[in-house]
């Protein structure tokens, strides 16, 4: 081989490098956990986004899963073990932050360095989420202030009674308002994930990835 085609194959190589790095994932989706999460309001979005991650029209997002505490491993509520790859204890700017449920949120609420985080990502991120009583951290971190939003189903009026500065909207599967979307958790987890899905690329692309882990199968059962 001469030395002008071992400068070109060495040109190319180089630019097909800078290309990979130019397509690398440049924006963060982080999903919370913590101890006694409920399984599929952290399964759904990570099953939802990570399917779009593998396309090309969505390559450019990364699904991240942050330990609210200073340990990676959490287990959910159904006994699901989960390592974290951060916590919120690690220096990193979000696009998008969906807060997952539990049965027992009181001691959540009083977790000031989780409220704190909450507030924080809120200030800059995109768009921010929750599932089921995810939505009272939202609160307490003052997201939903003003906004329409939404909890598990019959637990609105205790959303109201405590943060009366939402706009809480009764018997809705999800509510979107202002770049954030609330929705009842659970199942519902998967229809909020495709809502914002469709809200980060376009109803298109929504669709898609629904078709291809086929919850389209079954759209028709969860109507907003």
Not at 12 to 29: D, E, P, Q, R
């Amino acid at each position: 081989m001469n030395k002008k085609k071992r400068l070109i194959i060495a040109f190319v190589g180089a630019l097909l490098f800078v290309s990979n790095v130019a397509h690398s994932a440049t924006s963060k989706i982080g999903i919370l956990v913590f101890d006694d999460f409920l399984t599929s309001d952290v399964t759904a979005p990570i099953e939802v986004f990570g399917a779009a991650t593998k396309k090309s029209w969505f390559s450019s997002y990364e699904v991240m899963v942050i330990s609210a505490t200073k340990r990676k491993e959490v287990l959910s509520e159904e006994g699901l073990r989960i390592i974290a790859d951060i916590t919120i204890y690690d220096d990193i700017k979000l696009d998008v932050l969906i807060v997952p449920s539990a049965y027992k949120i009181d001691d959540l609420l009083k977790n000031k360095d989780l409220i704190e985080y909450i507030k924080k990502q809120s200030q800059s991120a995109s768009w921010m989420a929750s599932n089921c009583s995810g939505a009272f951290l939202l609160a307490e971190a003052g997201v939903l202030d003003g906004k329409k939003a939404t909890t598990w189903s019959g637990g609105e009026s205790g959303l109201l009674k405590s943060y009366p500065k939402i706009k809480v909207q009764f018997d809705k599967n999800v509510v979107v308002d202002s770049k954030v979307i609330t929705s009842n958790g659970g199942p519902v987890s998967y229809q909020a994930a495709f809502k914002l899905l469709a809200k980060l690329s376009n109803d298109k692309f929504s669709n898609e990835i629904s078709e291809a882990i086929q919850f389209d199968r079954l759209k028709n059962a969860f109507r907003p």
